[in-house]
């Protein structure tokens, strides 16, 4: 095991140091030549260390790679990710509030788009804060998510149909939501494909996905780029990721689609409806037809974010 992975487990005080690691193919076209972004990443708490981030060469995707096996990703968000992302890992009154608010600003954006009733799956939901304007408004919900306590406070206080289970575990009827929606779980996940996959089958035809990514940085890259995002869903790959797995986008935008929120600023979305599932040599034509990074440009734009940060930075010291 390489050294930077030995200090990267003891920074996050993991009990096991024999995970197995290794390169995997882009997630999104399956191709096994990268270019390294960045190797120097935000590990959380002020501490920054190695953990590449690559850009697949032929589609530009962002991903760590190389990566764990699928038991670490499992450990790591039931073990150690509330505790270090928020210090606790107990659900927050205020936190489940702030679902209610951002789903309220969502209800109203697709109000266009979506039926009065209908039935919703929240993918990666924690509590189940999302789910609650739609129950109100007369929709079936569901939810599933890994972290146990956030779940039973979810069942037990906000009586929400929550699962505790891994994604890419769900059991879901077919042809059964209008909506389906990821805010920002995709990027955590250890499979994104079996989810999407999973999710398509259980998409009405014309049903709506909502996925939430991170498009741009708001400081410095080696914030932007950290352990607890394994793979970055820009505003191109938000969108080839949808079109592979069978949803047609029609909105993609970093406009605030679930309100202004400080904690996610940068963040964007991207919405599709539920259309024929391409071949993968029909979404090798959307790729070469130009829906795709060159990772020479991306880093020159993080290189070019991380100038402007130093520049402005420099100014206010002067």
Same mark, same amino acid.
């Given at each position: 095991?390489?050294?930077?992975?030995?200090?990267?487990?003891?920074?996050?005080?993991?009990?096991?140091?024999?995970?197995?690691?290794?390169?995997?193919?882009?997630?999104?076209?399956?191709?096994? %030549?990268?270019?390294?972004?960045? /190797? %120097?990443?935000?590990?959380?708490?002020?501490?920054?260390?190695?953990?590449?981030?690559?850009?697949?060469?032929?589609?530009?995707?962002?991903?760590?790679?190389?990566?764990? /096996?699928?038991?670490?990703?499992?450990?790591?968000?039931?073990?150690?990710?509330?505790?270090?992302? +928020?210090?606790?890992?107990?659900?927050?009154?205020?936190?489940?509030?702030?679902?209610?608010?951002?789903?309220?600003?969502?209800?109203?954006?697709?109000?266009?788009?979506?039926?009065?009733?209908?039935?919703?799956?929240?993918?990666?939901?924690?509590?189940?804060?999302?789910?609650?304007?739609?129950?109100?408004?007369?929709?079936?919900?569901?939810?599933?998510?890994?972290?146990? %306590?956030?779940?039973?406070?979810?069942?037990?206080?906000?009586?929400?149909?929550?699962?505790?289970?891994?994604?890419?575990?769900?059991?879901? /009827?077919?042809?059964?939501?209008?909506?389906?929606?990821?805010?920002?779980?995709?990027? +955590?996940?250890?499979?994104?494909?079996?989810?999407?996959?999973?999710?398509?089958?259980?998409?009405?035809?014309?049903?709506?996905?909502?996925?939430?990514?991170?498009?741009?940085?708001?400081?410095?890259? !080696?914030?932007?780029?950290?352990?607890?995002?394994?793979?970055?869903?820009?505003?191109?790959?938000?969108?080839?990721?949808?079109? !592979?797995?069978?949803?047609?986008?029609?909105?993609?935008?970093?406009?605030?689609?679930?309100?202004?929120?400080?904690?996610?600023?940068?963040?964007?979305?991207?919405?599709?409806?539920?259309?024929?599932?391409?071949?993968?040599? /029909?979404?090798?034509?959307?790729?070469?037809?130009?829906? !795709?990074?060159?990772?020479?440009?991306?880093?020159?734009?993080?290189?070019?974010?991380?100038?402007?940060?130093?520049?402005?930075?420099?100014?206010?010291?002067?």
């Amino acid at each position: 095991m390489e050294e930077y992975i030995i200090k990267y487990l003891e920074h996050i005080q993991s009990d096991r140091f024999d995970y197995e690691v290794k390169m995997v193919p882009c997630e999104v076209c399956g191709r096994m %030549e990268f270019t390294v972004v960045r /190797e %120097e990443i935000s590990l959380g708490q002020g501490v920054y260390g190695k953990y590449p981030v690559q850009a697949c060469n032929h589609c530009g995707f962002l991903m760590h790679n190389p990566r764990f /096996e699928k038991t670490f990703y499992q450990d790591f968000y039931r073990k150690y990710y509330r505790r270090m992302t +928020h210090h606790n890992t107990k659900p927050m009154h205020e936190f489940v509030e702030n679902q209610v608010v951002r789903a309220n600003n969502m209800i109203d954006y697709l109000k266009d788009y979506l039926p009065e009733r209908g039935a919703v799956l929240d993918v990666g939901s924690s509590s189940g804060g999302f789910l609650i304007p739609f129950r109100d408004m007369g929709w079936d919900v569901y939810g599933n998510d890994p972290d146990k %306590e956030h779940v039973e406070y979810g069942i037990n206080e906000l009586k929400l149909p929550i699962e505790f289970i891994d994604a890419e575990e769900m059991q879901l /009827e077919p042809n059964s939501f209008d909506l389906i929606i990821i805010m920002g779980s995709l990027e +955590h996940v250890y499979d994104p494909n079996i989810i999407l996959k999973k999710c398509r089958q259980a998409s009405k035809e014309g049903g709506l996905l909502v996925l939430e990514g991170r498009f741009r940085p708001l400081g410095l890259s !080696k914030n932007f780029f950290n352990h607890n995002h394994h793979r970055y869903l820009r505003k191109t790959h938000i969108q080839l990721m949808m079109i !592979k797995h069978g949803w047609q986008p029609f909105i993609a935008t970093d406009d605030p689609v679930c309100g202004v929120n400080v904690q996610r600023e940068g963040n964007g979305y991207c919405v599709g409806r539920a259309i024929t599932i391409p071949t993968q040599s /029909e979404l090798d034509v959307v790729i070469e037809g130009g829906l !795709k990074d060159v990772p020479s440009e991306t880093i020159k734009e993080f290189d070019d974010f991380d100038a402007q940060i130093h520049l402005h930075t420099s100014k206010e010291i002067t």
